[in-house]
């Protein structure tokens, strides 16, 4: 687990801005993922990326931008256009196994 | 793709009594079974996992089994103890999609 970092731990975003999430993994692993997490909810998949320059929509992908320029980052950003995102977000990574990073907490001002 | 229903939601158990949570999942190619703990503000950490090739597997404490032919598998804690209460998610996959994840079971330990 402490292979895989993210930052910030918390982070506010005002009305109409973007704001970047960072994931970092020195694990070595192909594949990451972005997940968010609300109140007693599961765990909702956002984007994922099997390999360098490639990545895919999840279940919830509106509102979301990602890239994947290096094997060992996959920042999230969170655009104007997703209209409710406090929640949790997790970065994983692995191709089987999935291995978690801390978390970020995102809150609306 | 893989839909993981879980059950259930919430469960309390007094302490030293066993606890039982169970999934089900849909794709049949499905071949690997993980479950993850989640304390409270925390990440989920892996605890146990199972592929498709075994029926059943033990950890001291905890054990998993699958039955392939009904699609279920189930998170088995024996001896339950109060650094146990927590948020238990089950997932299935192992495919290029990676794990689809149940919506997570609150285990609550009563002492």
């Known amino acids: 687990d402490g292979g895989i970092t993210q930052s910030p731990k918390y982070l506010f975003r005002k009305e109409g801005q973007n704001v970047t999430l960072s994931c970092e993994q020195n694990?070595?692993?192909?594949?990451m993922y972005w997940y968010r997490q609300d109140p007693g909810q599961g765990l909702r998949l956002i984007y994922y990326s099997q390999i360098v320059n490639d990545f895919q929509k999840g279940d919830i992908a509106e509102g979301y931008s990602v890239s994947r320029e290096k094997k060992e980052s996959f920042p999230l950003t969170v655009t104007s256009a997703q209209k409710n995102p406090t929640a949790f977000y997790l970065c994983a990574s692995g191709r089987e196994t999935q291995y978690f990073g801390p978390g970020t907490r995102l809150l609306v001002l | 793709g893989e839909n993981v229903e879980q059950h259930p939601s919430t469960l309390s158990v007094q302490e030293g009594d066993s606890a039982v949570i169970k999934c089900t999942y849909s794709?049949?190619?499905?071949?690997?079974f993980p479950w993850y703990k989640q304390e409270l503000g925390k990440r989920p950490q892996l605890i146990i996992d199972i592929r498709s090739n075994v029926g059943e597997k033990k950890d001291q404490r905890i054990a998993v089994t699958l039955n392939k032919t009904a699609k279920h598998f189930s998170l088995h804690i024996t001896e339950t103890q109060p650094e146990d209460s927590a948020v238990y998610f089950c997932?299935?996959?192992?495919?290029?999609?990676?794990?689809?994840f149940g919506k997570g079971t609150h285990l609550i330990i009563q002492p």
């Open positions: 794709d049949s190619a499905s071949n690997y």
């Open positions: 694990l070595n692993h192909d594949a």
């Open positions: 997932a299935g996959g192992g495919g290029a999609d990676g794990l689809t």
